[in-house]
């Protein structure tokens, strides 16, 4: 059994020396796991996830977990993690693409339950024809089930962003779950330097008692049915009751802007904002438009690069403000339906400046050469 | 659950649903009641909304009674008939989504074994037929596969009678119903015999018309998974309103069928649960009482 010692958050996150490894992405889901203060995780394979709970299964073995089990499918783990949330403890799981399919119908039930529930996804194509190759297209469907979402352009997004989830689905006034997304592959199986905090230190633990619904132990009255509103007859005040929980729900998630903003250091990242034409981009495209946005300074041309890393909450103001000064707004994007520039273009005023371009999915890589291409056409 | 929770803040006695009162003042928590209890106590269900003639409800009361540790039992339920009554139980439960109650039950068993390993919380799933050997048979089988300590309980209506009806796993062979507009085709799934085979230390079918004998079957079968592994109760509470019997009718049904020898009283337990409840004292005395 390992020994570790517990400090505050803020310690871990921006004191603590930290130490440099050349990881691959699943790694650093272990690592992240490791500071974590996990009580209990859940596993089941699917491609590319199936390796980092490999990983924490491993972790689990050397004593950093209490509880460690493979499910027999992604809607059961989902449903045996939700199971442990209400019963007190800080949980964890991954999944992937199909898997995320499978298990679809809980998420929106850990939102509506109010667990904090960390998840990391690792984008994958859905199927049919079949495939394993990355593509983002699993967010397109998560963006309105209540959870919160990140997405990790590198190892060390991924790495922060699974340990600081925690502490921000965990705040009483938020506490809903945290899905933490990064491309498949691309991050997952590519090795690169991150920088960790020391492996003897960890977050303080959960505790149910902070949870702004009862913790299903028997331990707290109201006795009470599930950990929300329970509404199944048909009368004026169980439709309201259902309405008003929905909608706090989506409050939950706008309270949890400051807490993103302090600890993720904001919802998004600008280099050249004052740019008249900015890439704006999530996860993976990110590091594809910051190769053109290079390419394209080194022309001569005034381009800049927007890297969102909350997509629940949306930085709505802060694309807003940015929309209203830039000529254009690139984005690219690793799946077919564009739904990052939908999102974009649900806020800006000028819907005309989002090019929703280059996008390219199946698994296929994004050169950015394709980006420098609508860079260009901007200033042709 | 510390008893001194439920308790009246001082000087809200007298604005506290009466319901609530006498629930504090006189409900089961801490105290060892069983089925030839019940009009002694305040029962832990409230007024439900469930047809008149119910057997299900009938048989859920009986099973709220025989809780040998109501104030630190956890119930998980599923979607159907029973989804509707549980906002009446004073004891925590969770209504998850449809036969998904096994899975959220092995979580939450997991959850509160490592946040109280001194103290007993039993987690029992209660479910009807859909939920469990339809919808959710893979998930309640692999609970019994992987030795989780639950006791599953399966109320057996032989129909998927909240949604009006239709043909379910344990529907009798020839019912016609809805969605089985020629009649159902193959028999009711043998459920015990599968439980026994996956795993579960204690496996019984029972029905409310022998109430007694109920409370024992649960209580023993909530024993079993404390120690020893998983445990299966079957109960038979055909659903008169589906069937169009008349709600004084049912439990004359119930004993029709099972002098027909359609439905039988059963009980399997494993030699290792045999000399765990034999080892019981309590269980002895219950047992002699009842």
Same mark, same amino acid.
């Given at each position: 059994m390992t020994t570790q010692q517990v400090v505050a958050p803020e310690y871990l996150f921006f004191e603590a020396e930290r130490e440099r490894q050349f990881i691959t992405g699943s790694e650093a889901v272990r690592e992240a796991i490791k500071r974590a203060n996990v009580d209990m995780a859940i596993s089941y394979p699917i491609t590319p996830q199936s390796e980092s709970m490999h990983l924490v299964g491993d972790i689990y073995a050397q004593g950093y977990l209490k509880e460690y089990f493979r499910g027999e499918s992604e809607f059961a783990v989902m449903s045996a993690v939700a199971g442990a949330a209400m019963g007190g403890v800080r949980v964890f799981t991954a999944t992937a693409g199909p898997g995320t399919l499978r298990a679809f119908e809980v998420f929106p039930t850990w939102a509506g339950a109010r667990l904090p529930v960390v998840c990391a996804f690792m984008t994958r194509g859905i199927n049919s024809p079949l495939t394993i190759q990355p593509d983002t297209i699993e967010m397109a469907f998560l963006l309105d089930t209540g959870i919160l979402m990140f997405h990790a352009e590198s190892a060390q997004d991924l790495y922060d962003m699974i340990l600081k989830a925690f502490v921000i689905a965990e705040q009483t006034d938020v506490h809903i779950p945290v899905g933490v997304f990064t491309d498949g592959f691309f991050v997952t199986h590519t090795r690169e330097e991150v920088a960790t905090a020391p492996a003897d230190l960890k977050l303080p633990p959960y505790n149910p008692y902070s949870a702004p619904v009862p913790v299903m132990?028997?331990?707290?009255?109201?006795? /009470?049915?599930? /950990?929300?509103?329970?509404?199944?007859?048909?009368n004026f005040i169980s439709y309201a009751a259902h309405a008003s929980w929905q909608q706090e729900i989506l409050a939950a998630q706008e309270r949890a802007r400051k807490h993103v903003r302090r600890y993720l250091g904001g919802l998004l990242e600008a280099e050249h904002p004052e740019a008249a034409v900015l890439v704006v981009a999530a996860g993976t495209a990110v590091s594809q438009g910051r190769e053109a946005v290079a390419a394209a300074r080194r022309e001569g041309l005034e381009v800049g690069l927007v890297k969102l890393k909350s997509l629940r909450p949306f930085p709505r103001e802060e694309l807003r403000m940015l929309g209203r000064q830039a000529r254009a707004l690139i984005v690219p994007e690793?799946? /077919?339906?564009g739904w990052l520039a939908r999102e974009i273009k649900s806020v800006v005023e000028d819907t005309t400046k989002v090019i929703d371009a280059p996008r390219v999915f199946g698994g296929m890589t994004m050169p950015p050469e394709l980006i420098l291409a609508q860079i260009r056409r901007c200033y042709a | 659950m510390s008893k001194g929770l439920f308790k009246i803040s001082p000087g809200f006695e007298d604005v506290m649903p009466a319901e609530y009162k006498e629930l504090v003042n006189?409900?089961?928590?801490g105290k060892d009641l069983?089925?030839?209890?019940?009009?002694t106590f305040k029962e832990l269900i409230e007024e439900h909304p469930l047809c008149a003639g119910c057997a299900e409800a009938l048989a859920l009361r009986l099973i709220l009674a025989s809780l040998p540790n109501s104030e630190d039992t956890v119930i998980v339920g599923s979607t159907g008939c029973s989804s509707l009554l549980f906002p009446q139980v004073a004891v925590q439960n969770i209504h998850s989504l449809f036969g998904n109650q096994n899975a959220v039950a092995t979580g939450l068993k997991r959850a509160l074994r490592l946040r109280f390993p001194d103290k007993v919380k039993d987690v029992l799933v209660i479910a009807g037929d859909g939920a469990t050997v339809d919808i959710g048979l893979d998930m309640v089988m692999q609970s019994w596969f992987r030795r989780e300590l639950i006791t599953t309980i399966m109320l057996d209506n032989e129909v998927y009678a909240n949604t009006g009806g239709q043909e379910s796993g344990?529907?009798?062979?020839?019912a016609v119903l809805h969605m089985a507009p020629l009649g159902k085709k193959f028999p009711k799934v043998n459920l015990p015999e599968i439980a026994r085979e996956a795993g579960c230390a204690y496996v019984a079918t029972i029905s409310p018309a022998l109430p007694r004998r109920l409370g024992k079957v649960v209580r023993r079968a909530i024993l079993v998974a404390r120690e020893i592994g998983p445990s299966y109760v079957q109960i038979f509470c055909p659903c008169p309103t589906n069937f169009k019997w008349p709600s004084a009718q049912v439990l004359q049904k119930i004993r029709d069928r099972q002098k027909e020898g359609i439905f039988k009283v059963r009980e399997y337990v494993s030699p290792e649960a045999e000399a765990y409840l034999a080892g019981l004292e309590v269980v002895k005395q219950h047992d002699e009482e009842q």
């Open positions: 132990d028997m331990e707290n009255v109201p006795v /009470r049915q599930m /950990r929300d509103p329970f509404v199944m007859k048909s690793f799946n /077919r339906v | 006189n409900g089961p928590y069983g089925v030839s209890d019940l009009g344990m529907s009798p062979q020839g």
